[in-house]
């Protein structure tokens, strides 16, 4: 059982593992040993609340594909039950990633000074520019 949060919890069955061979360098026992896991995890048919589903479902993340299904491959450690444990984490952190809800921006004005500030600049800014003008007798 993966525990999200007090009251969300994802069981078991709902959890498709694969142990498949992992990349990258590790001498000949890489070739042997499937060390690497593959989660699966479908979105639509899970039994999470359906603000959890929508989020999720709305969530731009390459490890979404287009049928609702998440997919995790782990690889890191050379232990299979690390992988494992790896991906269930990798899984917990994406669904909080994708149900946190951000904060509204409040729109702020420039104060008083910092406007009087900028104009100041401008004005001394064109002055400079208007005394580089050609000399006229």
């Known amino acids: 059982m993966l525990v999200i949060s007090n009251n969300v919890t994802i069981a078991e069955w709902e959890l498709e593992f694969s142990a498949i061979r992992a ?44 049928e609702g ?9 050379r232990d299979q039950a690390q992988n494992k444990q790896d991906a269930l984490e990798r ?6 990633l994708a149900t946190k809800v951000e904060k509204a921006r409040r729109e702020t004005r420039p104060t008083r000074s910092s406007q009087k500030k900028r104009m100041d600049k401008k004005t001394q800014k064109s002055q400079t520019k208007s005394m580089r003008g050609a000399v006229r007798f």
């Open 69 to 77: 299904v998440v997919i995790i491959k782990a690889q890191q450690y």
């Open 91 to 96: 899984l917990a952190e994406l669904i909080k």
């Open 23 to 66: 990349q990258g360098a590790g001498g000949q026992n890489v070739n042997k040993v499937s060390s690497a896991i593959h989660l699966r995890f479908d979105i639509t048919n899970s039994s999470l609340p359906a603000f959890y589903k929508e989020r999720l479902l709305a969530y731009s993340d390459s490890r979404i594909t287009k």
